[in-house]
């Protein structure tokens, strides 16, 4: 286990943390990245990409508190961990960053998948609380799936963008997506309904299979 401070990783804040969505360039050898914080009032994810050309870099993500100028996050999941075995990080951060936050949309929150629907409309559920996850990160109009796993932090891959949510009818715009970065660019489109805790989404995935997933509100 590694912990490491960190006085380079991100810069959002001035005085307190704000659950918001904020992003930053940083030039790397001629090429430009983007940084992409979403976080609530408890968790933080921070992905890296570009988008000329598409391109997945990086993300890390997990549980944090605030002390003064400082955020200490426990990892998740990181897709480096092969190479920096970083699971718990101090997060120094001297300066505000661009806020790209847009409205409050209805389904914000941290979502974890629970089974799918089958054609004959029976739920077919998956336990929430074994190791082996996909995350769905919403928040103010920014989305991020991870697929991951807490105990051995093997990474399964990860892709997000721009999100809205309306009258039953959900999108996303893919801006990156690790297994495939030509994927970057394409909407997607489905129908939702949300039931107490439980997100019902229903529609085709990236490459045109139908799928009908059941997301549950995650509330640790």
């Known amino acids: 286990m590694r912990l490491i401070t960190l006085t380079f990783f991100c810069f959002i804040i001035l005085f307190e943390v704000k659950p918001q969505a904020y992003q930053w ?14 976080m609530d009032s408890n968790y933080f994810i921070e992905t890296v990409f570009s988008d000329k050309p598409s391109k997945f870099i990086s993300t890390r ?30 997060i120094r951060i001297p300066n505000i960053g661009k806020e790209i936050s847009k409205p409050k949309l209805p389904l914000d929150g941290k979502w974890l998948m629970a089974g799918r629907v089958n054609n004959e409309g029976e739920e077919r559920r998956r336990d929430t609380k074994r190791s082996r996850k996909t995350l769905k990160f919403l928040i103010d109009g920014y989305f991020q799936w991870t697929a991951y796993n807490t ?4 990474f399964y891959g990860s892709g997000g963008g721009k999100y809205n949510a309306k009258d039953g009818k959900y999108s996303e715009s893919i801006e990156y997506f690790s297994r495939d970065n030509s994927r970057s660019g394409k909407t997607l489109s489905f129908s ?5 805790n ?3 989404h229903k529609g085709f995935s990236s490459q045109g299979k139908p799928l009908h997933e059941i997301w549950t509100l995650r509330n640790d």
């Open 198 to 200: 439980d997100w019902y």
């Open 61 to 90: 993500g997990g549980f944090y508190e605030s002390k003064s100028n400082v955020i200490h996050v426990q990892f998740e999941f990181n897709s480096n961990y092969l190479k920096d075995s970083l699971v718990k990080a101090e």
């Open 192 to 196: 939702f309904n949300q039931e107490q």
């Open 25 to 38: 360039d940083v030039e790397n050898n001629g090429a430009i990245e983007i940084h992409r914080v979403l």
């Open 151 to 154: 105990e051995t932090f093997k």
